[in-house]
């Protein structure tokens, strides 16, 4: 049986703090940077895994305002950024950074977009950031200390059954990817109320966190997507992971209110939402 305590990560409260002191004022200046520096004409810089997989300029901006801002305050971090910020490190904190997730929202003008930030201790998820300007939140959550949306405590809704639950879900980038993740789409439809497509898996799990969404899964996902909502989510009291008896990763991530996540998860399995 594992020991909770000898498994639980060596961090103080007071680096805790301090993390997330950074996360949050690293998401605010980002925040505001995208908010109010969005040129109006704004293109598309490149393209990565396909040619709707898009990068802006702003996109490199937030990415390069937060590594600088952080590896200045603490310069033996390590970083994992979606635009390419790696970093080994050698304190044991790693900073995962979705500089704007939601990038074709934020491409469009469509004001589902947020900075994700999440700070790692040897590996585990020890702070969560999710700054979402255009909607005014800012979500947060400390391992063990609970969630909060503009710092008032949150906490997932009563789970429905499934048949009644409100799902989101996203899709990958990758034309044939999103020809299985149609399949698995069309065989859970009539399974539940509804489903919801945000366009930010960060916004998604914080969703779940305060009860605007009742579960959410999606298979493609990277580390910077989900890191710092999963555990908002959890932090809230839903139940994350991947495929049954995996963590949330690539192969699939799913979010729920636990009797809701219960309920989904196999189905997924079933279903094979886990594979293309
Ligand atoms: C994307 C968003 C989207 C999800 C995609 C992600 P990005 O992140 O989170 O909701 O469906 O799988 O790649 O590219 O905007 O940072």
């Known amino acids: 049986m594992s ?3 000898k498994d639980a990560p060596l961090i103080s409260g007071e680096l805790k703090d301090e993390l997330l002191a950074l996360a949050l004022e690293a998401a605010r200046r980002a925040g505001e940077l995208l908010r109010d520096g969005r040129p109006a ?34 310069p033996e971090d390590g970083f994992l950024g979606e635009e390419g910020a790696s970093a080994e490190g050698s304190s044991g904190v ?10 074709v929202n934020y491409l469009y003008g469509l004001p589902s ?26 979500s ?27 799902v989101g879900t996203g899709f990958g980038y990758i034309a044939e990817r999103r020809a299985a993740q149609a399949a698995v789409l069309g065989s859970l439809l009539p399974r539940v109320r509804d489903i919801r497509r945000g366009g930010s898996a960060a916004i998604d799990l914080c969703d779940v966190a305060c009860g605007r969404l ?51 998860q196999p ?10």
């Open 3 to 5: 020991d909770p305590l």
């Open 41 to 74: 004409d704004l293109g598309v810089a490149a393209t990565k895994s396909s040619p709707i997989d898009v990068v802006t300029e702003m996109d490199i901006a937030s990415e390069k305002l937060i590594t600088g801002f952080l590896s200045e305050r603490r």
């Open 214 to 264: 009742d579960a959410y899964y999606e298979r493609g996902l990277n580390p910077w997507d989900f890191a710092a909502g999963e555990l908002i989510a959890r932090e809230a009291g839903a139940r994350t992971a991947g495929r049954p008896g995996e963590p949330a990763s690539h192969e699939l991530t799913v979010a729920g209110s636990p009797a809701v996540f219960d309920a989904l």
């Open 140 to 166: 947060h959550a400390v391992l063990g200390g609970g969630a909060f949306l503009n710092n008032a405590p949150i906490r997932v809704r009563p789970a429905p059954p499934l048949s009644q639950a409100l």
């Open 94 to 103: 790693r900073w995962v950074i979705d500089p704007i997730d939601g990038t």
């Open 113 to 138: 977009w947020a900075v994700s930030i999440a700070a790692q201790k040897d590996g585990e998820t020890v702070v969560g950031v999710v700054a979402a300007p255009m909607r005014g939140e800012t």
């Open 267 to 276: 189905l997924l399995e079933d279903l094979g939402a886990w594979h293309d």
